[in-house]
């Protein structure tokens, strides 16, 4: 995620903070400090605030942790004023492996409540649990810390589990649905669902006003249309192989070339994405846009070899297509070179799958 700073790394896995978590940290301290409070209990807030996000961190770990058993792996945690996202590899295919995925993360923040509720109770501190929201910038000792502490892991516990998909809650019902519906249905059904419980969120934070509810609602709303979209061209991809769709007709260029012949070959045809070779050996791919970039960046006497993307993978044409799909959009890649027993006998590129999936949907709509 973009204007992201890396922090640390912890069993394998990259923590980033946004940089508008940190403008909300320096809002609340200067807020803070200016009402004339002490300054120990000026900053009681920001440790609130820190302390939660550490909580909603280990909420991530926890998804990440627990998808991990099953061979998927997590990119990056970044952190957003809004909570954490933890960039999964991609959910299980299992209903019951994602139904674990999805509760571990609150399962985290029920565990830190019951531990700090076991606290309050050896310790003897005052508490009531309701009303559950309370105003941080009260908090004035570590009593009130512990207890609100308490409180908002309760809140983060409740909260992901609301059915509105994609967040936690909304993946449990796509697993359970999943049990007797295929997962394009379930995740159909669990966006729908989603988008209607958004739609209240928004007009909840429009009478209340609460911005924060409004940006919640549309990032539910969006996300869960995304994830049925996503779905929806796995499943149209689901019967066919990477032969399929393959192209044979192809354009390499080589690495010695210039930027300048790259750009001649651009605009002679309708490739937009090349392949790139040297001594007869592929070494990387070449798109529209790194060639946009040369010329800016370079001119056009530059060679090609300067301005490659070298992270290719290679593919059969036995490969479920549905795969190569998500090969090349974890990695980004717009073409992917394909090899039958060694040999190249083809390209297929990002175009080419969505003409696939395009095809496929107007025979199943038919």
Not at 41 to 51: D, F, N, R, T
């Amino acid at each position: 995620m973009a204007w992201s700073l890396k922090i640390f790394r912890f069993a394998g896995i990259n923590v980033y903070l946004h940089w508008t978590f940190l403008l909300l940290l320096i809002w609340i301290v200067v807020a803070s400090l200016s009402s004339g409070q002490p300054t120990a209990e000026a900053l009681m807030p920001a440790w609130v605030i820190l302390s939660l996000f550490g909580c909603v961190l280990l909420h991530e770990f926890g998804h990440a942790l627990q998808a991990r058993r099953y061979g998927i792996t997590t990119e990056r945690i970044t952190l957003l004023p809004i909570g954490g996202v933890a960039s999964l590899e991609k959910m299980p295919e299992k209903p019951g492996q994602e139904l674990l995925v999805a509760l571990a993360g609150p399962a985290v923040n029920l565990a830190i409540a019951a531990v700090l509720g076991a606290y309050i109770l050896a310790s003897g501190i005052s508490f009531k649990l309701f009303p559950l929201f309370e105003d941080i910038s009260q908090v004035k000792d570590g009593a009130g810390f512990v207890a609100i502490l308490l409180k908002m892991n309760a809140i983060l516990f409740l909260f992901n589990l609301i059915p509105a998909f994609p967040m936690d809650g909304g993946r449990v019902l796509r697993a359970l649905l999943s049990i007797n519906f295929n997962r394009a249905q379930a995740t159909a059904i669990a966006a729908r669902i989603g988008q209607f419980l958004a739609m209240g969120f928004v007009l909840v934070g429009l009478f209340s006003p609460n911005f924060l509810l409004i940006f919640i609602g549309l990032f539910i709303y969006l996300g869960a249309g995304g994830e049925a979209t996503y779905e929806a061209q796995r499943t149209a991809l689901s019967n066919l192989t990477v032969e399929d769709v393959l192209m044979h007709q192809f354009t390499p260029l080589h690495a010695w070339e210039t930027i300048g012949q790259a750009t001649a070959i651009l605009l002679d045809g309708q490739e937009k994405e090349f392949i790139v070779t040297e001594d007869n050996q592929i070494i990387g791919t070449l798109s529209r846009d790194d060639i946009i970039k040369g010329l800016q960046l370079y001119g056009k006497e530059e060679r090609i070899k300067q301005i490659l993307n070298r992270d290719w993978v290679r593919l059969s044409p036995g490969m479920p297509l549905n795969e190569a799909y998500e090969e090349m959009s974890r990695k980004k890649l717009p073409i992917c070179p394909v090899f039958d027993n060694g040999n190249l006998i083809g390209v297929l590129n990002q175009e080419n799958i969505m003409e696939a999936i395009m095809i496929e949907s107007a025979k199943r709509n038919r």
